[in-house]
């Protein structure tokens, strides 16, 4: 596997972007190491609230929200996932599977022996989140999902079957233009060019142009057996799931519906619809912090957090 890097000078002076980046290293099966990066930021004695993005955008899709849960006290942990932001980037689409990419986070979340988590999800972050979840539901205190799903194979909406014939078809994909397409204001030049920081030209953009493909929404795609397997530990899942998506998402809207028939817990949480596009981090980000604020307060306290 042929592994790029985006250089570490792409990354300087990006707007509202002050975190020290922290790296993990992981070996895929065949052998490749692979670093990815992650923010870890607050008091490392509190719970840690993982927030998980998805395509085409990284970490700094949740700066506005670490800065405000860290005021408020709380440690936010933002990985970028493999392809995306400072993590590496395997320079082929055939590197890039579903299954790989809930491999490497389920080894990035065990070597840094996350527990307690309270899990916030979007998108893609959903996708292997939630798989994270029903791997190690030991780990995790609660869960929030967001304009995401975990599909088995039951179709798309149309808005997502657009998403897919643009990402597969545009000649340059167009990371800064596409998550200011995806929210309901507009990013400003400089948000824009911290969303492309991580992608100097197309050849770093392979993992970005394969997610949208491998998004299980026939019953010939992969995967489609895992997450029914993942499903199934979600029905069992006992501790609170909330949902909040976003009241202007036309690739997800409505898929809150899902998660409320299928898994028990969220009978006994208070869902919320938050006013927004598919980038719903950019559209109301103190309500997400609020919510997560709040949330976390809600817990038993363990006793003892890594």
């Not at 408020?72 to 932001?85: K, N, Q, S, T």
């Amino acid at each position: 596997m042929d592994v790029l890097r985006t250089p570490d000078e792409r990354f300087e002076g990006l707007t509202d972007w002050p975190f020290a980046p922290r790296y993990t290293q992981i070996t895929d099966p065949d052998g490749t190491r692979l670093r990815l990066h992650h923010v870890d930021e607050g008091p490392g004695d509190q719970r840690p609230i993982l927030l998980m993005h998805g395509e085409p955008s990284w970490a700094y899709l949740y700066r506005k929200i670490i800065a405000d849960l860290v005021a408020r006290g709380r440690r936010a942990v933002a990985p970028d996932l493999v392809g995306f932001g400072r993590s590496d980037k395997p320079a082929s689409r055939g590197d890039y599977t579903y299954e790989r990419h809930v491999a490497w986070m389920s080894d990035w979340l065990v070597r840094n022996d996350l527990k307690d988590i309270v899990l916030f999800c979007q998108d893609w972050g959903g996708l292997i989140g939630l798989r994270l979840v029903a791997a190690f539901p030991e780990r995790f205190a609660a869960v929030v999902v967001s304009n995401t799903g975990m599909p088995v194979g039951q179709g798309k909406t149309e808005g997502f079957e657009a998403w897919l014939n643009f990402s597969q078809n545009v000649p340059e994909l167009p990371i800064g233009f596409i998550l200011n397409g995806g929210t309901s204001r507009d990013l400003s030049d400089a948000e824009r060019a911290a969303y492309d920081a991580p992608f100097p030209d197309e050849s770093y953009k392979e993992g970005a142009r394969q997610f949208p493909a491998l998004v299980p929404i026939t019953p010939e795609h992969a995967s489609i057996a895992e997450n029914e397997a993942a499903w199934k530990v979600l029905e069992r899942f006992d501790k609170p799931f909330l949902t909040a998506f976003s009241d202007a998402d036309p690739i997800t809207r409505g898929g809150e519906a899902i998660f409320q028939a299928r898994v028990p817990a969220t009978q006994k949480s208070k869902h919320v619809t938050l006013k927004g596009g598919h980038f719903i981090q950019e559209d109301a980000p103190a309500e997400i912090a609020a919510l997560l604020d709040e949330l976390v307060a809600s817990l038993p306290q363990p006793e003892a957090v890594a």
